[in-house]
């Protein structure tokens, strides 16, 4: 199974409250459009995507013949305001959004509870099973739960400080259209 992330989009806003617009994008409650539409061609493989707009605009879908989108896959929302400051969101961006998906995580304080995280993971882990090449698009945090996930299992969820060695926040995570394969 392959997991690509989304292709790129306006990740900071183009308003003067940068810190606004992304606190809106991570707790689910704007969805931009992606800047390359169409630009994955899926081809043959059967592909599972995320529901948002930026997922599934991606999408080159008059070459793609099984295409599914899974809630499952969506962002993994949380309350930036939470965990980070403006201040420190306008000093240190990308770096500040890690350090405080990390701090949610461990607290268990998604918006949405470890519980039902850990059924989204396994739904979405269950498709290796299916014999077709299977193409899973979606977002940074979800890929990297996924991959963390299978490597250790429901040990991620019960010793959350685990994600700490999934996601270093002074390092970015992907690239826009990066792949990743789960075996």
Do not use: W
Request: hydrophobic share 40%; proline share 4%.
């Amino acid at each position: 199974m392959q997991l690509k992330k989304i292709l790129s989009y306006d990740v900071y806003g183009t308003s003067a409250n940068s810190y606004e617009y992304v606190a809106d994008l991570l707790a689910g409650r704007s969805d931009p459009q992606t800047k390359e539409p169409g630009g994955i061609d899926c081809g043959h493989m059967t592909v599972y995507t995320s529901p948002l707009n930026r997922a599934t605009g991606c999408i080159n879908t008059t070459t793609t013949k099984n295409l599914e989108t899974l809630f499952a896959l969506r962002e993994i929302p949380f309350d930036i305001k939470k965990y980070c400051s403006e201040s420190a969101f306008s000093l240190f961006k990308g770096t500040a959004v890690r350090q405080a998906f990390i701090r949610a995580f461990m607290a268990n304080d998604l918006l949405i509870p470890h519980q039902v995280l850990q059924q989204e993971l396994e739904l979405v882990l269950a498709l290796k099973a299916r014999p077709e090449e299977i193409l899973v698009i979606s977002h940074t945090f979800r890929i990297r739960c996924l991959e963390a996930y299978e490597q250790i299992g429901v040990d991620l969820l019960k010793n959350p400080v685990r994600i700490g060695e999934f996601i270093q926040p002074e390092n970015k995570i992907m690239d826009f259209g990066e792949s990743v394969l789960l075996l």
